[in-house]
């Protein structure tokens, strides 16, 4: 499956903002979709998954509560709605999708597809 990421953007600190993933598959039922983000010298860190049969979610600590991703039946997309956005946040987002009906993963090596990122800067 082919992800392509978009949505990024610059913010200032306490807005939102509004990531998508579309996928290339049509049928996205065997799949968890996660999102990843990156800063320059840092491993890939776990924001939020979501399995596509199902819905269970889960999240990182710290995004809990400010963040939300949700499945797009219609496009065969997933979104990321960010608000109360921290300078803490900027980095560059990557979606990817692992395949499995039961699970989802919260480490980079549980998925086997990735977008190319889309870059979130949160000025003061």
């Known amino acids: 499956v082919q992800l392509q990421a978009s949505g990024g953007g610059l913010v200032q600190a306490g807005g939102s903002l509004r990531l998508s993933c579309a996928a290339s598959?049509?049928?996205?039922?065997?799949?968890?979709m996660g999102w990843f983000r990156q800063t320059p010298g840092k491993e890939r860190e776990f924001v939020a998954t979501?399995?596509?049969?199902?819905?269970?979610?889960y999240y990182a600590d710290s995004v809990k509560g400010r963040f939300t991703i949700s499945r797009d039946y219609a496009n065969n997309a997933v979104h990321l709605q960010m608000n109360n956005l921290k300078p803490e946040d900027t980095a560059v987002y990557y979606c990817?999708?692992?395949?499995?009906?039961?699970?989802?993963?919260?480490?980079?090596?549980?998925?086997?597809?990735w977008g190319q990122g889309t870059e979130v800067t949160v000025s003061q």
């Open positions: 979501i399995r596509w049969s199902g819905g269970n979610t």
């Open positions: 990817a999708a692992g395949r499995s009906i039961v699970s989802t993963s919260t480490t980079p090596r549980g998925y086997n597809h």
């Open positions: 598959e049509r049928t996205l039922s065997s799949y968890f």
